[in-house]
């Protein structure tokens, strides 16, 4: 289920990050909710000659609409000079995982990190041997990573770091095609400065050899989110820094033009702000001219 557009193919995750992780370097997946995210997300791309990997959230679905969200970032995506894929953020509804199936997600993420180890794996399992056969690559999450990330809520004494041993494990087990890991990192607005456990990386990374992932990125200093790349993460998620560079562009132009009521202008500089995180991401991730 992989869709080619008149210029590039909307592509499997697998096919994006395949190449990172050979190359050693990592691809930014994020969020969209609705088309004007997508755009910022597709012109960055374009501008810095970037693969992307545009995801979305359960939550997301719910509030854009299944069939509406895979129009946009399809229509946009076949329009582009760049790999794109669609990736299911966090998925910890059957229903949804299989619903993104059916309507040309081209990447599905399975969040069993609620179930025990076991349970988790057998679940993983099932999905993987669903997608696989339809060209749609497989994320699942082993620890638990800390924070909110849309309905997923995890207290900071519920995290657990990602063990080594049960990685290799779960990677045999499930065939999945790249694996998120709980390093320190927790999704949201940090409080304090997070602290990446670089080591933990570096020996999941090395016993895996599949592409790892990141999440709850925003606000990780940058020398250690390269430091991060270095040592193996290939595709980091960022959906935080997106939503404050709307809130603050919108704020702008509401102070500063109370009289405006027209939402296109209203929400241009939006597309805007948002597209300049991205392309910073790009340029920090080294994905920049990977295209």
Not at 47 to 55: D, T
Not at 80 to 99: C, E, F, I, K, R
Not at 211 to 223: D, K, N, Q, R, Y
């Amino acid at each position: 289920m992989i869709y080619r557009g008149g210029n590039v193919m909307l592509v499997s995750g697998k096919e994006i990050l395949q190449k990172a992780h050979q190359e050693n370097y990592a691809v930014g997946a994020f969020n969209t909710n609705n088309l004007e995210s997508t755009k910022a997300m597709i012109q960055a791309a374009e501008e810095e000659k970037s693969p992307i990997i545009i995801q979305t959230s359960q939550s997301a679905i719910k509030y854009a609409g299944l069939e509406e969200i895979a129009m946009i970032v399809r229509q946009l995506a076949e329009k582009a000079s760049v790999p794109v894929a669609l990736h299911l953020d966090h998925g910890t509804d059957w229903d949804v995982v299989m619903q993104c199936l059916r309507h040309g997600w081209t990447s599905v993420m399975f969040d069993g990190s609620k179930y025990d180890f076991k349970e988790n794996i057998a679940i993983t399992k099932q999905i993987v041997d669903i997608a696989h056969p339809m060209g749609v690559s497989v994320e699942a999450e082993l620890g638990k990573i800390g924070g909110v990330e849309d309905h997923v809520v995890v207290d900071e004494k519920d995290a657990t770091m990602t063990d080594p041993d049960e990685a290799v494990e779960f990677v045999e087990k499930t065939g999945v095609d790249y694996l998120a890991i709980a390093v320190g990192t927790a999704h949201g607005v940090y409080k304090g400065t997070p602290k990446l456990d670089f080591d933990r990386i570096d020996t999941i990374k090395k016993r895996l050899q599949i592409p790892i992932v990141l999440h709850g990125a925003s606000g990780i200093a940058v020398e250690d989110i390269q430091k991060a790349v270095s040592l193996g993460v290939n595709k980091i998620n960022i959906d935080t820094e997106l939503r404050q560079a709307f809130q603050q562009a919108m704020h702008k132009v509401v102070k500063e033009t109370p009289d405006l009521y027209d939402p296109r202008k209203m929400l241009k500089p939006t597309i805007e702000a948002m597209k300049a995180i991205v392309q910073g991401k790009m340029r920090t991730f080294g994905s920049s001219g990977r295209a």
